[in-house]
């Protein structure tokens, strides 16, 4: 699904917000003025505002694994779209992931900003030059991007090949951008210049660890597992996590379920849950590791 698509989704959440908060008002009216044909008006008022209700919930993403495989590939002439999962968590009321693939010579769509939502980009293949109010920065495979609300942004393949890009767009229900500028702004981070921490049995490369517009913590990094094993012992915690396989395959359990993925599938474990993270087998496992309160 494109971005203008999504974007047009939120504005519609905001249209049927607005929706709800008229009817109530009409509702009111008609009741202190009761007359026959004023109820068969709220009547037919309380049902148009049973179905907006329903359409501007969105319902909690659910814990669990979503493979790459199987989603659905929507494209045109030189750009593919992918709709990974949509809906709210325990800490954000409006979460959505897509991917999007810009083939080769794909001309960049216009900068545009977003007026309350923030945006964690990662890239999970290809050569991409994005520019992020007046920076422009050249970024390959594994290099990531957190964008807060208001920053003109606009992204454009530079490679000799496709250029695939995750897109986790959300809302807390606790915006503050003051906490935002105050631990930096936006982050942009080249993976080719991030230091590895390695042990014999797996290495770890930090990116970012500090509170966003939306969060009051941000917590990403990759952990690499060389060996067949737990990446560490099944533990609870209260942010929402998400993992995003880069390599090799991997496993996770989640409330007792088990689930297992290869590069491109991500698994999400909801505040609370009991989970751990391993490699299923003696070939070497990469993945994204990253959550958020």
Same mark, same amino acid.
């Given at each position: 699904?494109? &971005?203008?698509?999504? $974007?047009?989704?939120?504005?519609?959440?905001?249209?049927?917000?607005? #929706?709800?908060?008229?009817?109530?008002?009409?509702?009111?009216? !008609?009741?202190?003025?009761?007359? @026959? !044909?004023?109820?068969?008006?709220?009547?037919?008022?309380?049902?148009?505002?049973? *179905?907006?209700?329903?359409?501007? #919930?969105?319902?909690?993403?659910?814990?669990?694994? $979503?493979?790459?495989?199987?989603?659905?590939?929507?494209?045109?002439?030189?750009?593919?779209?992918?709709?990974?999962?949509?809906?709210?968590?325990?800490?954000?009321?409006?979460?959505?992931?897509?991917?999007? /693939? #810009?083939?080769? !010579? *794909?001309?960049? &769509? @216009?900068?545009?900003?977003?007026?309350?939502?923030?945006?964690?980009?990662?890239?999970?293949?290809?050569?991409?030059? !994005?520019?992020?109010?007046?920076?422009?920065?050249?970024?390959?495979?594994?290099?990531?991007?957190? $964008?807060?609300?208001?920053?003109?942004?606009?992204?454009?393949?530079?490679?000799?090949? *496709?250029?695939?890009?995750?897109?986790?767009?959300?809302?807390?229900?606790?915006?503050?951008?003051?906490?935002?500028?105050?631990?930096?702004?936006?982050?942009?981070?080249?993976?080719?210049?991030?230091?590895?921490?390695? /042990? *014999?049995?797996?290495?770890?490369?930090?990116?970012?660890?500090? @509170?966003?517009?939306?969060?009051?913590n941000f917590e990403m990094h990759i952990t690499a597992l060389n060996t067949k094993g737990p990446s560490h012992a099944a533990h609870t915690h209260a942010d929402t996590e998400v993992i995003l396989v880069i390599e090799g395959q991997t496993e996770m359990t989640i409330d007792g379920n088990h689930f297992t993925g290869v590069a491109g599938d $991500?698994?999400?474990?909801?505040?609370?849950?009991?989970?751990?993270?391993?490699?299923?087998?003696?070939?070497?496992?990469?993945?994204?590791?990253?959550?958020?309160?």
């Amino acid at each position: 699904m494109n &971005r203008e698509y999504r $974007i047009q989704k939120i504005e519609d959440r905001r249209d049927n917000q607005y #929706q709800v908060s008229s009817i109530h008002t009409i509702l009111y009216i !008609c009741f202190i003025n009761s007359k @026959p !044909c004023g109820m068969k008006i709220l009547l037919s008022l309380l049902f148009q505002l049973i *179905a907006i209700c329903s359409l501007a #919930q969105l319902t909690p993403v659910a814990s669990g694994v $979503i493979h790459w495989a199987d989603i659905t590939v929507k494209k045109d002439a030189l750009r593919e779209g992918r709709k990974i999962a949509n809906g709210s968590t325990s800490e954000l009321e409006y979460f959505d992931i897509h991917a999007t /693939t #810009q083939l080769k !010579c *794909a001309v960049a &769509r @216009p900068p545009h900003t977003q007026k309350d939502i923030e945006e964690l980009i990662i890239i999970k293949e290809g050569k991409m030059k !994005c520019s992020i109010g007046n920076k422009i920065t050249e970024l390959g495979k594994g290099s990531v991007l957190l $964008i807060p609300p208001g920053e003109a942004q606009t992204f454009e393949n530079i490679g000799d090949s *496709a250029l695939t890009y995750y897109v986790f767009m959300y809302r807390s229900k606790k915006i503050n951008l003051v906490r935002s500028q105050l631990a930096g702004g936006t982050i942009v981070i080249n993976a080719d210049t991030l230091a590895v921490t390695k /042990t *014999a049995t797996k290495s770890t490369t930090k990116y970012f660890d500090r @509170p966003t517009t939306m969060c009051d913590n941000f917590e990403m990094h990759i952990t690499a597992l060389n060996t067949k094993g737990p990446s560490h012992a099944a533990h609870t915690h209260a942010d929402t996590e998400v993992i995003l396989v880069i390599e090799g395959q991997t496993e996770m359990t989640i409330d007792g379920n088990h689930f297992t993925g290869v590069a491109g599938d $991500i698994f999400i474990a909801n505040s609370g849950t009991l989970h751990n993270v391993g490699n299923p087998s003696n070939a070497p496992c990469s993945y994204f590791a990253f959550k958020w309160r």
